[in-house]
DNA sequence: TGAATAGTGTCTGTGAGACAATATTAT
DNA sequence: ATAATATTGTCTCACAGACACTATTCA
């Protein structure tokens, strides 16, 4: 083997063909809330989580849906590249994302060696101007769920895909489970767990951060922001513990959300700078 | 373009060249804690919070030191990549394995496009009978760490390395902050930020899992398990509310720990199963 | 004996869970 | 008037911070 004297050298010659090519995707699970009309005059839109899908119309997995994501181009760094996928799918900028998981199983796609990993975005739907995309749905997502297993279905008012996760305790002092898909029709690669393990990320940031503002509205009541963490925790709040917990976070308005048939609420906004 | 009937044919036909061509290493951050004797008799073991680093001996970064890492093959799944690596730099197997972060800057290696995805490794350094190899040493980190930077210093007794982090907070409702490296002689690649976010991640662990147990002996006395916690949180804690925290995690056994000039100690034991 | 660690008691204030009570609107 | 939501009050209990106190060992 041949001795170098300096890195410049060594780079000269190198040869990086000499490695395994893999080739690396970015998937991204983009979370929405999305409101549905009440017939009631005096209810509040029920709310519900939603993850945004897209169909595949090329193989593999032809006209299964799957997360928005693509190939990470050989000059650009993986976060760049799912940034790129966002702005394509939603149209808009400035969108909260965060890196998750990264996915390496050998077979994970047929076609050849694919590395997948998965970022979080966070929408605002009032900012989704225009109609989303050719072949992209949101779906309202909901997860049944215990030791064991975990059941989720997601709707998009025309289609309902259903799978089912099996969980086994893989290390006991942190809590972490394994993973394995045990029922699954309409969901390409291994999307499913990415899904599950993503919403379960998010639902562990709820609590401790301030990460829900990226979902809301600038101006939003304080019955809206809690049916926010009600529908995504997939728990009831007390109102008196739940105000408690928020309110060093958002700053009160003068405005006032009126029309319903009931007690008009104070519109609040995030309180970004405070100590 | 060709239309395809089934996915079967479709992928026959498939060429994967038509990719961009990735390497992919898997890098570990191996943590532990080390005892360093004190000649007061009374006094018990200094411990340190340590990392195992290894030096590189061929280019690029010859001669820097660096998390032991390697290349991912090509029908190997990430994290057994990772296992593989711990298992030769630690000759011990079982030991607490969980992946962090992958980083994709097109630039992070000289040589070509390397994605890295890290792992934290935690082990007990008494279950390491064998010396560790050849070219890798423990270091102990010491951490200055305010808002705006993080100054580490790591030491093997033999050497230091000393790297600085500027920190930008990137994102307010996480507070998710960018590093960038200001000062870094000794440390190979993007190690630093590496070790940094890393070593954040393992602090997060320690307040709301029970992860320090993967860095323990079986029989331990409360008063260590504390110094571990002190000198990774790299703050002092109070002994009573200390003892709140943990008590229901462990459970006391019928040994003691005596030779000190003080009190002798009762050994506890990682209680695993509990509700 | 005294230095050093082990282990416990207790006071105080904060904050969460639970439930009750009051306020306000459109039909 | 009423259904529905908005908002606040308060009681209790659990727990964290802080500090003090007692216990035990060995050179």
Redesign the pocket.
């Known amino acids: 083997m041949k001795e170098y004297k300096t890195e410049e050298e060594f780079l000269r010659d190198y040869d990086a063909s000499q490695f395994d090519p893999f080739s690396l995707t970015s998937d991204i699970l983009i979370f929405s809330v999305s409101d549905e009309l009440q017939e009631?005059?005096?209810?509040?839109n029920k709310k519900y989580f939603s993850i945004l899908l897209v169909k595949r119309n090329t193989y593999p997995y032809k006209d299964k849906w799957c997360l928005p994501g693509g190939f990470v181009k050989i000059d650009e760094d993986i976060e760049e590249a799912a940034e790129r996928i966002l702005k394509v799918e939603t149209n808009i900028e400035d969108i909260y994302l965060e890196q998750l998981y990264t996915y390496g199983n050998p077979k994970r796609d047929p076609r050849m060696r694919v590395i997948s990993t998965s970022y979080m975005a966070l929408i605002d739907k009032n900012r989704l101007n225009v109609d989303v995309t050719k072949n992209a749905s949101w779906f309202n997502v909901m997860i049944l769920e215990d030791e064991r297993r975990t059941d989720v279905t997601l709707d998009n008012g025309n289609e309902i895909i259903r799978f089912k996760i099996k969980k086994t305790l893989k290390e006991k002092t942190t809590d972490r489970y394994k993973y394995e898909i045990i029922e699954n029709e309409k969901l390409a690669f291994d999307h499913p767990l990415v899904i599950v393990s993503g919403i379960s990320r998010l639902k562990n940031k709820l609590e401790y951060t301030d990460i829900v503002f990226n979902m809301m509205p600038t101006y939003f009541?304080?019955?809206?922001l809690q049916q926010v963490y009600e529908v995504i925790l997939g728990k009831k709040l007390?109102?008196?513990?739940f105000?408690?917990?928020i309110k060093d976070k958002v700053e009160k308005t003068d405005k006032m959300?009126?029309?319903?048939?009931?007690?008009?609420?104070?519109l609040f906004r995030y309180k970004s700078f405070r100590e």
Chains 1, 2 share one sequence.
Request: net charge positive; aromatic share 4%.
């Open positions: 009631n005059y005096r209810k509040l009541t304080l019955g809206e007390l109102d008196p513990a105000r408690r917990i959300q009126t029309g319903g048939g009931h007690r008009p609420s104070a």
